[in-house]
């Protein structure tokens, strides 16, 4: 039996990674927030400790004795409020638990970080090795980037085993967000309009498996993508008719139009101190689209990838058992599976032409430029006065771009240490 601590265990990914790991038979150690995420993972079968992500004395206490640590606790949204909660979290988080594990002598972390973290330029196909683009689609993203930066230079520091896990769009039963929120909503007939853009999608129990095989096989100092199919987002709906038999019409976008649109829905609810459903950094990020390479974790770690079918057939029985989707107004058509060719999904015969040059080579829509320096996580001189985290909201796609001299988090620490 292992003992083993585990951040982010009331979350989706991290949910499911606890329910493994006790399964398997280890001792689990997990950290709880809130009393609602103690009595989950209580349940499970877990050990509690009460704390913060950024408690680094309870961080270190809970550690103690452990083989193994996965940090999977992350803040993942688009449209924030608020966008410095992600810098703390996501960035903060990461060094802080490295560092608890140093102090616990714990020798090896997993970090969960995002596909998102690559920064691959638009039109190409993102793997561990792409170089940033040098500027970011969404808050998210580069709260996600930093983070990874972070924790691999705290692990340097302290002589940490660090290994990056980097999932693309985790889907499956008990995902109501991100991808499947639009699932859902389609199978609902609530997605009135889409871009028929590039999505990539892990199944939740094959990104459980990457990390166990990362913990178990990955070398220390690299990340891992984990990606299971790419398809355009027309391909999506296709396959989610499929095996629903609920067919909606449904929309599709100029990016133009997309763009303009979801600023003004965007504008409209911020002026009203309401959320905004679409937001144009969000936007933006389906319209550069996202197409990754998961070949190196199924070479070097052996993990194996479901096809992309069955991840949505599973998600959509789950959603009707939960009631968040209406009944099926026909039976499923299980003629098209949406079968694999090896990371990429493969495209009806009558649409593999159009799949294959269906990569947008328009410009995005303007996004936050930083300085190449910036991009691979190299300060050059004293921290500027610009590019405050909490300032980070983009311009409206036909405004000028923001340039920063610094890092976001070199800025915002500046100011909450004051």
Known sequence: MTRIFLTGGSGFIGGALASRLIGRGDELVALARSDEAERALIAKGARVVRGDTLDEDVLASGMDGCALVFHVAGVNTMCPSDPTRLFHVNVRGAEAAVRAAARA???????????????????????????????YLSVYERSKHEGELAAFEAARRAGVELVSINPSSVQGPGRTGGTGRILIAYLNGRLRAFVDTQISIVDIDDCVDGHLLGAER?????????????????????????????????????????????????????????????????????????????SRAGRELGLSYTPIADTLRRTIEWAEREGLVKARVSAPDRGYQGTMDGDEHSAKPEQKDSFEKGVDQKPDPPEEELKPDFARGVREGEPGEEGRYSEGEEQLPDSPEKHHEGRFSEGIERNTSD
């Open 105 to 135: 002598g714990v020798p090896r972390v997993v970090l969960t970080s995002s596909a998102a973290a690559l920064g691959e330029a638009h039109g190409t196909v993102g793997n561990e090795d792409s170089p940033h683009r040098g500027s």
């Open 218 to 294: 990955g070398a220390p100092g690299e990340r891992y993508v984990l990606n299971g199919a790419t398809l355009s987002g027309s391909e999506a709906l296709e396959i989610a008719a499929a095996q629903s038999g609920v067919r909606r019409k449904v929309r599709f976008l100029p990016p133009r139009l997309a763009a303009v649109g979801g600023g003004l829905v965007e504008a409209g609810y911020r002026v009203r101190g309401r959320p905004p459903p679409v937001c144009r950094e969000m936007v933006r990020t389906l319209l550069h689209g996202h197409r990754y390479d998961g």
